[in-house]
């Protein structure tokens, strides 16, 4: 059931009843791209018109994720300078008649591009879409100020570990001085439980206390997620049964606004698991 | 908290390499935060003292200021212990 009070605010975000939403994360391979490449297809397993956009210019790769990297025509580059038309660029997905790519334009872009043309896309987008995902690059300079122009709510991508949750931290604070973005909420991926559990990893209450941004989701480490990329084929279409690809399908239904509880982390059934299990149980 | 938890408390074992991570995070991200070096802190507490001082004795030993987060903002929290009320001169 949608919870009234978080679909109001969700409704206010809306442009042309498009939600555009930046996932980024400061550190680079946190599991950005694969995540945008999976709430991409988990959406349109959902029923909604969505658009991934690749605005890492310098070193892209969601049409790699999505299979997509021999079906590129044009870019977003020939649609901002005018020279090909929106729907010219757009990469449909082999499966999903529903998810389409705005692939990332050639790296030299990155010496004239500006915010404007990144709003100015997105509003084009707007137009046919339901959602728009922006995969941003890693950093936080101008790469990352041109993903984020266009967007009005932004996912913060990270894992579990120092120097991730610190970088998360700096883009936090970004976004919220930025203006544009008005919800932020966290995906903690690439958790390890068992690592979690003999207390050689942060918890996934550790990382919210220091952040204090609302949670969207917790991914577990899954050595599925590079089988699929070698296949370019996202877990999310659900070829394959899988801890994250179940995990992004919960994530994309809390997206749309469903309440979905947010799991303890899967635990196995070996007698050693059960005895961690029983440590685990809470008492206070 | 869980019964590891427990246990590990009971046993002593608190410096796990999970904890060591979120106290330096704290430490780190409350300087990260606010853009403040150390240095720049002590300047500003000795500055703030010396406006402070017109109207009030200090215990110059005993101030200090601080910088605490919680949630996602920062505070800036000054404790300047007073001696006594200065009278002003008119």
Not at chain 1, 53 to 76: H, K, M, P, Q, W
Not at chain 1, 207 to 235: C, F, H, K, M
Not at chain 2, 23 to 46: F, G, I, K
Request: glycine residues 8%.
């Amino acid at each position: 059931m949608p919870s009234s009070g978080l679909i109001a605010h969700i409704d206010a975000l809306k442009t042309n009843n498009c939600r555009s939403i930046v996932l980024c994360s400061g550190k680079g391979g946190v599991g950005k791209t694969t995540l945008t490449a999976n709430l991409g297809v988990a959406l349109a397993k959902l029923g909604h018109k969505t658009c991934v956009v690749d605005a890492d210019y310098g070193l892209r790769n969601l049409d790699l994720l999505l299979g997509l990297e021999s079906r590129i025509v044009f870019t977003a580059q020939e649609v901002i300078s005018g020279s090909c038309r929106l729907g010219q660029a757009l990469v449909k997905h082999k499966h999903e008649a529903n998810l389409m790519l705005m692939p990332a334009g050639n790296p030299r872009m990155m010496d004239w591009l500006n915010p404007e043309h990144m709003q100015s896309l997105i509003t084009m987008l707007a137009d046919g879409f339901d959602f728009i995902l922006i995969d941003a690059p890693a950093g936080v300079e101008d790469g990352f100020k041109n993903a984020v122009a266009g967007a009005s709510e932004a996912i913060l991508v990270v894992n579990p570990e120092i120097s991730s949750v610190r970088d998360a931290d700096r883009v936090a604070g970004l976004l919220s001085s930025q203006g544009s973005v008005d919800l932020i909420q966290l995906v903690i991926n690439r958790v390890r439980p068992r690592m979690v559990e003999k207390l050689d990893m942060m918890s996934i209450e550790d990382v919210l206390d220091i952040l204090a941004v609302p949670l969207l989701g917790v991914v577990q480490e899954d050595e599925q997620v590079i089988i699929s990329s070698n296949l370019g084929e996202p877990l999310a279409l659900g070829k394959y049964k899988s801890p994250a690809g179940a995990a992004y399908g919960n994530i994309a239904r809390r997206i749309q606004g469903e309440e979905v509880p947010i799991p303890d982390i899967d635990k196995p059934a070996g007698f050693i698991d059960r005895l961690g299990d029983f440590l685990s149980t809470r008492i206070i | 908290m869980t019964i590891r938890e427990l246990l590990n408390r009971l046993f002593g074992n608190t410096n796990t390499s999970a904890n060591s991570a979120s106290s330096r995070l704290r430490m780190v991200l409350a300087h990260d935060r606010s853009d403040l070096s150390p240095a720049m802190l002590d300047q500003m507490r000795l500055e703030i003292m010396e406006v402070v001082s017109k109207y009030l004795e200090l215990d110059h030993t005993g101030s200090e200021l601080t910088l605490e987060t919680e949630e996602r903002s920062t505070a800036l929290v000054a404790n300047l212990p007073i001696r006594r009320v200065r009278k002003l001169v008119r």
